[in-house]
């Protein structure tokens, strides 16, 4: 078997990503990729100091580059100082990855509409504040490449994930959006929809639903966070200069089994 990780990289030797919410598992594994294609990284996070340093420290062990960055993507000034942090270190910014989210499992009957905003202002506010302090940035130099993390739920919502999983599908729409309108400046953006992920221990974490993904999916298999880095990768490199305003679903097929 093929393993993410196994994958031959396009050269991204000489640019620069800030991957948000980089201290988690899938921020992990994108920051990872994006170190072994060449990139300089800069990894954000908001309370995951420790977490971030530690993949810091392992980008840098290996031969790469990388810092990391604190912000709360609510705050627009919050993003623009990331960006000027990454400017200010690599000279540029070429990509960024908006993968910083939160998925909290809750009825929708008896949600308050605090509860609600608190997920679609952290999965879909933070993911277009953080866009647009790139933009600012990617308009005056021409290029860029801004992809959004969404989920295989903005199509097939499960139970007890309504805010999460329709914060997004609106993720997938602002990516399309912003395609349409940041693409005269020479900005790309597209959405990377994951399935089922292990970042570790799932199989012990949640054994019924592990069962039934590896049962199910065609490829026989859960992804991993290595996986959606390498999609993310492709999206950001040369390869995918006339890719924009597209979601990449990256499920091991399981989106094309049948539900009878």
Not at 67 to 83: E, G, K, M, T, W
Not at 127 to 142: I, L
Not at 167 to 190: C, D, Q, T, W, Y
Not at 213 to 233: F, H, Q, S, Y
Request: charged fraction near 15%.
């Amino acid at each position: 078997m093929v393993h993410a990780t196994d994958a031959q990289l396009p050269d991204l030797s000489g640019t620069t990503v800030i991957v948000t919410g980089g201290s988690g598992s899938i921020g992990g594994g994108i920051a990872r990729r994006f170190a072994a294609a060449g990139a300089s990284v800069v990894i954000h996070h908001f309370s995951g100091a420790k977490a971030a340093a530690r993949v810091v420290d392992e980008i840098v062990a290996a031969g790469g580059y990388a810092l990391s960055a604190r912000a709360d993507i609510r705050d627009l000034d919050q993003c623009r100082a990331v960006v000027q942090k990454a400017v200010a270190a690599f000279g540029h910014l070429d990509a960024l990855v908006n993968n910083a989210g939160i998925q909290p499992v809750q009825p929708l009957a008896g949600m308050t509409v605090a509860e609600w905003e608190a997920v679609v202002t952290v999965n879909l506010s933070g993911t277009f504040a953080m866009s647009q302090a790139a933009a600012e940035v990617m308009s005056v130099q021409g290029s860029g490449s801004i992809t959004h993390i969404a989920s295989v739920e903005a199509s097939l919502p499960a139970p007890n994930h309504a805010h999460y999983s329709v914060s997004k599908a609106a993720i997938k729409m602002h990516a399309r959006a912003a395609a349409l309108e940041f693409g005269p400046s020479g900005i790309r953006v597209n959405s990377v929809s994951p399935g089922l992920i292990d970042g570790g221990g799932l199989a012990d974490q949640w054994p019924e639903g592990y069962g039934s993904w590896v049962r199910t999916a065609p490829l026989r298999r859960t992804g991993t966070p290595e996986d959606i880095g390498n999609a993310c990768v492709f999206l950001a490199s040369p390869l995918a200069a006339w890719i924009s305003g597209q979601d990449l679903v990256v499920d091991g097929g399981m989106s094309a089994v049948p539900a009878w």
